[in-house]
């Protein structure tokens, strides 16, 4: 199993990004996808959730700016980075729990991408 994640840059206060992040290899299913960050110093950091069903959660600090969101068939990820804030600077993972089988379930972590907000 591997997941890839990819769209990080470097983006002026204000602007917009989008993350992606495919899951590839051999599962039975996505029970959850999520994006985390790390910061300099800092612990890794929730960012947002999305359930097979579409539930959704959000870190307090992006609700109302960014949006995630899940293509399944395409067993993709995305995050749509609004308004963006010199403090989201961090890398940025994406993780999923996998249904490997029938009882048992795994989390993968992809390989972060870079996201710099700065003028």
């Known amino acids: 199993v591997q997941l890839q994640a990819s769209g990080g840059g470097l983006v002026q206060p204000g602007g917009s990004l989008t993350l992606s992040c495919v899951v590839s290899?051999?599962?039975?299913?996505?029970?959850?996808m999520g994006w985390y960050r790390q910061a300099p110093g800092n612990e890794h950091d929730l960012v947002a959730t999305i359930t097979s069903s579409g539930n959704t959660n959000y870190a307090d600090s992006v609700k109302g700016r960014f949006t995630v969101s899940r293509d399944g068939p395409k067993k993709m990820m995305y995050l749509q980075m609004n308004s963006l804030k010199p403090e989201d600077t961090a890398v940025y993972y994406c993780?999923?729990?996998?249904?490997?089988?029938?009882?048992?379930?795994?989390?993968?972590w992809g390989q972060g991408t870079q996201v710099t907000v700065s003028s």
């Open positions: 993780n999923a729990n996998l249904k490997l089988s029938a009882w048992h379930s795994r989390n993968y």
């Open positions: 290899g051999s599962f039975f299913g996505i029970n959850s």
